[in-house]
């Protein structure tokens, strides 16, 4: 039984299309995030939600929205999707923004 | 966000030998956590440092938090495949960030 859990694990699109990568936990955590990891493995935090309020979004281009419809669940919708958006999207979950974080699997998006 | 410097960025041993990865900041952070990330996967948390000073063994894994709470540094004692990975520190300023990152790849 997935803690986290995200879909797609593999996302091949063109640039300028719209996309959604989908997040769920069932961990009855209160916070959420998204991270990107790139191709130097740099795993940078880009949003973080605590009862579906968002908390934290770092300088990520207006182009990357994320929805939370409930406690257990974080999607992330991306816009006009560009070449150096390819990377690895992380989802993950934690009781509290300052305890362990539990990731799901991993989302590859590459933009051709 | 708050820049967290790990060296070295990428390590390749023999098994059975021991190594250390650093992590080090000019910030001071409450608490700092190490994660271990495999091909394919999400990283996974090893251990969470409190204490300037603190010292943690996970097996053959040392962890230990700066006096100041500024770094911290991983020791493994005699390595093996299985250690193969990447390496996570994140310091908790309120949130945590992640350091860059060490690759260990462990030869058999």
Redo the contacts between chains.
Sequence with gaps: DTA?SQTPKYLVTQMGNDKSIKCEQNLGHDTMYW?KQDS??????MF?YNNKELI?N?TVPNRFSPKSPDKAHLNLHINSLELGDSAVY?C?SSRT??T???????TRLTVV | ?QLLEQSPQFLSIQEGENLTVYCNSSSVF??L?WYR?EP??????LV?VVTGGEVKKLKRLTFQFGDARKDSSLHITAAQPGDTG?Y?C?G?S?????G??T?LTVIP
């Excluded at chain 1, 130097?40 to 935090?45: A, E, G, P, R, Y």
């Excluded at chain 2, 309120?94 to 992640?98: A, K, L, M, R, V």
């Design positions: 986290v991270y130097k493995k740099f795993l940078k935090i973080s934290i770092e992380f993950a923004r300052r362990e974080a539990f990731f799901g699997q991993g | 966000t409450s608490s956590q990330q394919g996967e999400g990283p996974v948390l969470t990447l996570l994140a908790d309120g949130q945590f960030y992640f860059t990152g690759s």
